[in-house]
């Protein structure tokens, strides 16, 4: 058994969010597309439903092997080394994916939102800060980039909650606010919310509204105005779906954006960020002439 083995077949077109759109330079797009195709293949292994718990754990560990140059068992993490070396960016975040997954096999359930933050610090703060890296974008960034990574991997684990508990039995909800608002895990299982459940995903959606407050201003610290524009439009998409998670119950009803929803968002997010930034260049002094 391998990793293509135990693809889901899904690619990043298949995203809650744009994964290296057209926003992004083209000279960017196929590194974040190797870093995807990886992080894509971890992914698959770990939720895989029939591999058992040591295989995927040898999988990912030829895959981390393969990632440092110590194997060449893992197509996705020998082309992503390649683009690594090339453009000098550090395997580090990588790695440090890897590490959710190895916990996602290995842990099911979290006692809190303390320990769901720091699986998040694994799982998905690397992504952004791997992007920023590409973009020769500045550490100072990445508070507000962890805060945006961590409210879209809360969002995605509140979108999924029926289907993580169905089909893995894996519980991201903290176990903690569970049990202070009465809800059973057996209430995942249901095919609608009770109200205790609803009233810890509504916590939870507050709780990532507050990250979201974090980062609000995450698109104004990146130089490059492309990446500016992508993380303006993924910033929008996600406040609004934090709404529709105080208003809607994932367990029976939609919360994903359609189509025509998710191009009004992305434009209205782009706008704000080209307003923001022309308004900025505009209320900057001019230059005196000969300075």
């Not at 979201?212 to 992508?230: K, N």
């Not at 208003?247 to 209205?268: T, Y």
Request: proline share 4%; aromatic share 6%.
């Amino acid at each position: 058994m391998d990793a293509a083995s135990l693809s889901s077949g899904k690619g990043h077109r298949d995203e809650n969010f744009p994964v290296a759109s057209l926003l992004i330079r083209k000279a960017h797009r196929p590194v974040i597309l190797a870093f995807y195709r990886f992080a894509r293949a971890a992914d698959d292994i770990a939720d895989h439903p029939a591999a058992g718990r040591d295989e995927k754990l040898r999988i990912l560990e030829l895959m981390w092997r393969s990632l440092q140059g110590k194997a060449v068992d893992s197509d996705e993490a020998v082309a992503l080394r390649h683009y690594l070396v090339e453009r000098n960016v550090t395997s580090r975040h990588a790695l440090d994916l890897l590490e959710a997954f190895r916990r996602d096999v290995t842990k099911r359930r979290y006692e809190n939102w303390d320990e769901l933050m720091d699986y998040c610090r694994y799982s998905a703060a690397p992504v952004g800060r791997f992007v920023l890296d590409v973009h020769g974008e500045l550490p100072a960034t990445w508070p507000a980039s962890d805060a945006l990574c961590t409210a879209l991997q809360v969002i995605n684990h509140l979108q999924d909650c029926g289907r993580d508990y169905r089909a893995l039995d894996r519980v991201y909800l903290p176990l903690d606010l569970l049990g202070e608002s009465g809800a059973e895990l057996t209430d995942l299982g249901a095919p609608s919310a009770p109200a205790r459940l609803r009233n810890v995903i509504c916590g939870l959606a507050r709780r990532t509204q507050d990250l979201l407050a974090r980062s609000r201003s995450f698109a104004s610290q990146i130089r490059d105005h492309r990446l500016a524009l992508e993380v303006g439009v993924i910033q929008r998409l996600a406040e609004d779906l934090a709404g529709r998670l105080l208003v809607r119950d994932p367990l029976s009803e939609r919360v994903h954006h359609n189509l025509p929803q998710s191009l009004m968002f992305a434009l209205a997010g782009g706008a704000g960020v080209l307003s923001e930034r022309l308004r900025t260049r505009s209320s900057r002094p001019a230059l005196a002439p000969g300075a």
